[in-house]
């Protein structure tokens, strides 16, 4: 009896250490531990990081950290991946990937560096498993992107700028030069200082017209595509003395210097016929033939042609910054960009609202003028003054449209015919007025196809457009919407919405007009606008092609009334 008393006498004793012990511990959590062990401020120990990384590698199935990024690292990769990373994980990684804002420095444990080793340790299908799943007990929740959004958001963790790998020292340095720049006003760096960083997109860049708008022959004598031989012997000299020559396409132009202002040679290669031709602008041709002497060597290209073959044309000293349409033609001066290269820092027209970004097409794929001409005397027919990013109707004005008047600008519908008329075109256009941007076709970059294009011939158009689509054509296949065969021109989309009727050189070479209406023959008929019909079918006439179109049923006969 004795044993068992003094057991329990052990036990209560035990117990009652117990709960003292206990008591103590609930106080000590409570005082000691709990105050501040909800706070996300609080740095992680070393112990504990060391754990939550071998947990988090070990949660990776095996068969996920092997997948391999199916997408190759082009620049659109890259570039898609940056605008998937801003709209997404920007909140908490900032810009950079360095996670280096209120959020990103707030969460517990705080937001890894991208592009730290921790991070560039794990293997893509880790990466891709992360961000699809998310992480728990963390701030990175699961992500419903389709793959290919996230395989494209890995390629740009793996070529973050630069910013966000360097090492602290470095970093910081790099922020005060940011800084400091940022109080001095922006200025042009040329295009080669966008090289290091935009390595595929310059390459890109490089090999387009473009950028070879006019070239030094003496250091590129490759660019002289004309047959100097065959050309009139009075010039012979001359072209082959040439400062510089415009032009790889349509045509190539010779430009002598003379103090420091260019002219332009008298005569011109047509590229297209392998011919030499005149090169004169007559009275008749152009609004500012009459305000200038009629002679070449008096018509300067300063005023008349540079500021749009050129980067940052100044015209007090006749000087450029780089000759051709380079990356800050269409980006603005780059100087803040170069020294804190972050999106904030420079102009992405893709960033603009659609009527900002065409601007910046506009301001040389137009015909107008300044609203201030003449300037300091000279009459100018480029928009001086304007920048990408600000209001080309501020500085600009596009030739004026006169309804039923055919001159040397518009044919009488308001449909354009001279050359460089894309933007007098283009915002008469729905397409215009809907959004539709020049880069939505043509990919400034640089591209494989013809003029730039995103594709080739229908697939583009048919990127937005389709049979029964909102977007139409409202009819079941596109042949019973062009009443052509599929496979013929007359069921291409340009053929009758874009029609060769503007000229490049004079009557001998014509480009597409850029309206995207059909032009029908009643037009012609009415005011002598071409029509896409007899343009095609050369050997019928303006009423044979209406009548056709008086039996289209699908078709309302008031609808191609002019």
């Known amino acids: 009896m004795g044993r068992i008393v003094a057991r329990f006498r052990r036990t209560i004793i035990v117990a009652a250490l117990a709960g003292i012990l206990l008591v103590l511990a609930g106080w000590g959590v409570d005082r000691l531990i709990l105050p501040g062990f909800s706070s996300a401020r609080s740095v992680p120990p070393a112990s504990e990081i060391a754990i939550a990384s071998w947990l988090l590698r070990a949660s990776v199935p095996a068969k996920e950290a092997l997948r391999a990024n199916p997408l190759p690292a082009t620049a659109e990769n890259i570039t898609a991946g940056a605008q998937i990373f801003q709209r997404h994980c920007a909140i908490c990684h900032a810009y ?6 209120t959020i990103g420095r707030g969460e517990y444990p705080p937001v890894p560096p991208l592009g730290g080793p921790s991070i560039a340790a794990q293997s893509d299908g880790e990466l891709f498993y992360h961000i699809r799943n998310g992480i728990r007990y963390t701030g990175m929740p699961a992500w419903d992107l389709p793959e290919p959004a996230i395989w494209q958001t890995i390629l740009f963790i793996r070529h973050l700028p630069v910013t966000a790998i360097l090492p602290r020292t470095v970093a910081a340095q790099t922020v005060a030069k940011a800084k400091a720049a940022a109080t001095e006003p922006p200025h042009y760096v040329g295009s080669a200082a966008c090289a290091s960083c935009h390595r595929d ?8 017209r473009m950028a070879h708008v006019v070239s030094d022959p003496r250091a590129s004598p490759s660019a002289v595509i004309a047959d100097l031989a065959s050309a009139p012997a009075v010039m012979k000299p001359a072209l082959g003395d040439a400062d510089l020559v415009y032009g790889s396409r349509w ?11 260019y ?4 005569v011109q290669w047509d590229i297209v016929h392998q011919r030499w031709l005149k090169y004169f602008v007559a009275e008749d041709e152009d609004w500012w033939a009459t305000l200038y002497p009629p002679d070449n060597f008096k018509r300067p290209t300063g005023p008349l042609c540079d500021g749009c073959h050129s980067v940052n044309y100044d015209i007090q000293t006749h000087t450029v910054t780089e000759w051709n349409v380079g990356c800050e033609r269409c980006h603005g001066p780059g100087s803040r960009h170069l020294a804190d290269p972050r999106r904030e820092t420079i102009i992405n027209p893709a960033r603009l609202d659609a009527f900002a970004a065409d601007d910046t097409c506009i301001q040389c794929h137009s015909q107008g ?12 027919d480029w928009p001086v003054g304007f920048t990408v990013g600000k209001r080309l109707a501020d500085v600009w004005r596009l030739e004026r449209r006169h309804p039923g008047v055919t001159d040397f600008y518009f044919f009488a519908d308001g449909t354009a015919h001279k050359n460089r008329m894309q933007g007098n075109d283009f915002v008469q256009s729905l397409m215009y007025r809907r959004g539709v941007t020049c880069f939505s076709c043509h ?18 158009c048919l990127s937005c457009h389709g049979a029964n689509t909102q977007n139409g054509p409202h009819a079941e296949t596109i042949s019973a919407h062009t009443h052509h065969r599929p496979d013929s021109a007359g069921s291409a989309c340009t053929a009758c919405h874009m029609p060769a009727i503007e000229r490049q050189l004079g009557d001998a070479i014509m480009v597409h007009a850029h309206t995207f209406r059909f032009i029908p023959p009643a037009v012609t008929e009415a005011l002598g606008t071409p029509n ?7 050997d019928k006439t303006v009423t044979w092609a209406q009548t056709e179109l008086d039996h289209w049923q699908d078709r309302s006969p008031w609808r191609d009334a002019p």
């Open 532 to 538: 896409p019909c007899t343009l095609c079918h050369t």
């Open 443 to 460: 990919d400034p970059h640089g591209s494989d196809n013809p003029s730039m294009l995103r594709a080739k011939g229908n697939d583009l």
């Open 369 to 380: 003028r300044p609203r201030d001409n003449p300037i300091a005397g000279q009459y100018y």
């Open 263 to 266: 002219y332009v040679l008298p």
């Open 96 to 101: 950079d990937g360095s996670g280096a804002n």
């Open 251 to 261: 045509k190539q132009r010779f430009f002598k210097k003379i103090g420091d202002d």
């Open 201 to 208: 997109i310059f390459a890109r860049w490089n090999k387009t």
